[in-house]
């Protein structure tokens, strides 16, 4: 009971606080609100970046490898020359691992072409990504489909004249949503569409950019470029394991069977590197700890000011409530009572200070996601972290001066 009327009296004399001088009080709050707000601003930005950057490289999948020229973990303008120097991964890399294999569920190699031009009558789409994959693309990088299918085993086969298109450039060409079936003509050739991908949507780092793209069956783009060892064409295997195995035990097992495919030696170094999504987000998670650092420091310069104008604040409710404070011990009130009921006030004002920068935080985010096309947002650990911070910074900043006033002597408060 006491407990209670402890926080319906710090309540009432913390409203009594911000409506008597509305401007002292809007003041007073704005520090510790605007610390909150770099605080949680900065956690929630970096949380929101590094779970959409994460989800861009995790569509390559877990539990794949990608067999290419330079490795992820290293600047490709650090070694340049050694890298282009190095044969492109082909068909026989593939066929070797399809054939020999243990620990691989599937393999699929693919080539890339950036900024191209496709067309239909007279309308034209500027620099899509055009992709040439063979048979087991889709069961090593999950593709969805809006309207129609994947290639037949035939079509690879026979390198047929068919592409798949991504959402956005398939929007682009039929803009009523009448893709497949239709002809275009890309680098020459004419093609008949047979499928049209989901949409992927917006995200920060588009590692392959779907909806822009366009797949061609391996055989097909092999009509329309040279595509050997030495090629400048962007070329990879990639090599989804079977369920439950082992990625560090299946690297080995692939450089065992491409070293001898490429007439490696056994002391000679290897001229491919075998990457996965986890050497990047690796990479993420280090960088955002750091920003995340070093946004919590800033917030807390801000809310050490906040703290010192709640302190004065209730420095000026003591005084002003002196009298009060006699008059309360004299009837009664025990110093611990006083003590909660100071320290409460603080914590209250705090309080609404920080929800107040949180409601700051989750409107910028708000406008932000809107703006730049992908979610950004407050979670629940942010806004706890939040509503934590606002009570520490209350009992830091309300500890001297609930003291002070417990401290008081009856008589000579009543007196003032």
Same mark, same amino acid.
């Given at each position: 009971?006491?407990?209670?009327?402890?926080?319906?009296?710090?309540?009432?004399?913390?409203?009594?606080?911000?409506?008597?001088?509305? /401007?002292?009080? $809007?003041?007073t709050?704005?520090? %510790?609100?605007? &610390?909150?707000?770099? *605080?949680?601003?900065?956690?929630? @930005?970096?949380?929101?970046?590094?779970?959409?950057?994460v989800e861009?490289?995790?569509?390559?999948?877990n539990?794949?490898?990608?067999?290419?020229?330079?490795t992820?973990?290293?600047d490709?303008?650090?070694n340049?020359?050694?890298?282009?120097?190095?044969?492109?991964?082909?068909?026989?890399?593939?066929k070797?691992?399809?054939?020999k294999?243990?620990?691989?569920?599937?393999?699929? /190699?693919?080539? $890339?072409?950036?900024?191209?031009? %496709?067309?239909? &009558?007279?309308?034209? *789409?500027?620099?899509?990504y055009? @992709?040439?994959?063979?048979?087991?693309?889709?069961r090593?990088?999950?593709?969805?489909?809006?309207?129609?299918?994947?290639?037949?085993s035939?079509?690879?086969?026979n390198?047929?004249?068919?592409?798949i298109?991504?959402?956005?450039?398939?929007?682009?060409?039929?803009?009523?949503?009448?893709a497949v079936g239709?002809?275009?003509?890309?680098?020459?050739?004419?093609?008949?569409?047979?499928?049209?991908?989901?949409?992927?949507?917006?995200?920060?780092?588009?590692?392959?950019p779907?909806?822009e793209?366009?797949?061609?069956?391996?055989?097909?783009?092999?009509?329309?470029?040279?595509?050997?060892?030495?090629s400048?064409?962007?070329t990879?295997?990639?090599?989804?394991a079977?369920r439950?195995?082992?990625l560090e035990?299946?690297?080995?097992?692939?450089?065992?069977?491409?070293?001898?495919?490429?007439?490696?030696?056994?002391?000679?170094?290897d001229?491919?590197?075998?990457?996965?999504?986890?050497?990047?987000?690796?990479?993420?998670?280090?960088?955002f700890?750091?920003?995340?650092?070093?946004?919590?420091?800033?917030?807390?310069?801000?809310?050490?000011?906040?703290a010192?104008?709640?302190?004065?604040?209730?420095?000026?409710s003591?005084?002003?409530?002196?009298p009060l404070?006699?008059?309360?011990?004299?009837?009664?009130?025990?110093?611990?009572?006083?003590?909660?009921?100071?320290l409460?006030?603080?914590?209250?004002?705090?309080?609404?200070?920080?929800?107040?920068g949180?409601?700051?935080v989750?409107?910028i985010?708000s406008?932000?996601?809107?703006i730049l096309h992908?979610?950004?947002?407050?979670?629940?650990?942010?806004?706890l972290i939040?509503?934590?911070?606002s009570?520490?910074?209350g009992?830091?900043?309300?500890?001297?001066?609930?003291?002070?006033?417990s401290?008081?002597?009856?008589?000579?408060?009543?007196?003032?």
């Open positions: 009971m006491i407990v209670f009327r402890v926080l319906k009296e710090s309540l009432r004399q913390a409203e009594q606080q911000l409506v008597s001088n509305k /401007l002292r009080s $809007f003041l709050l704005l520090g %510790i609100t605007i &610390g909150i707000f770099c *605080v949680i601003a900065v956690l929630s @930005a970096v949380d929101s970046l590094e779970d959409n950057l861009s490289f995790e569509k390559l999948g539990d794949v490898l990608y067999i290419d020229k330079n992820w973990t290293e490709p303008g650090t340049y020359w050694k890298y282009m120097a190095r044969p492109s991964p082909n068909l026989e890399d593939l070797a691992i399809q054939r294999s243990k620990l691989a569920q599937f393999a699929s /190699l693919s080539v $890339f072409i950036p900024s191209s031009q %496709i067309k239909t &009558g007279r309308t034209y *789409v500027e620099g899509a055009f @992709a040439g994959i063979t048979e087991d693309y889709d090593v990088i999950k593709m969805e489909f809006e309207d129609g299918r994947y290639f037949s035939a079509e690879f086969q390198g047929s004249d068919q592409i298109v991504g959402n956005k450039l398939a929007t682009g060409l039929f803009p009523r949503g009448d239709k002809e275009v003509k890309a680098m020459g050739r004419k093609f008949t569409i047979v499928g049209v991908l989901k949409i992927e949507g917006a995200s920060l780092i588009n590692i392959m779907v909806d793209a366009a797949f061609f069956p391996y055989k097909t783009m092999r009509k329309m470029i040279n595509i050997n060892s030495n400048s064409w962007g990879m295997l990639n090599v989804k079977k439950g195995e082992d035990e299946m690297k080995y097992e692939l450089a065992s069977i491409i070293r001898p495919v490429r007439g490696l030696k056994p002391r000679d170094e001229n491919f590197a075998i990457n996965q999504v986890t050497m990047l987000t690796s990479i993420i998670e280090s960088v700890k750091v920003l995340n650092i070093a946004g919590f420091v800033i917030g807390l310069f801000a809310m050490l000011v906040g010192f104008g709640v302190a004065n604040i209730m420095f000026v003591v005084k002003e409530r002196t404070i006699g008059i309360k011990m004299a009837l009664g009130a025990k110093r611990y009572f006083i003590l909660l009921e100071y409460a006030e603080a914590v209250i004002l705090c309080l609404v200070g920080g929800i107040a949180l409601l700051m989750w409107g985010l406008l932000f996601s809107i992908f979610e950004m947002y407050i979670s629940m650990t942010n806004i939040g509503v934590i911070l009570i520490i910074i009992i830091i900043s309300g500890i001297v001066p609930a003291l002070h006033a401290r008081m002597d009856p008589v000579e408060a009543i007196r003032k």
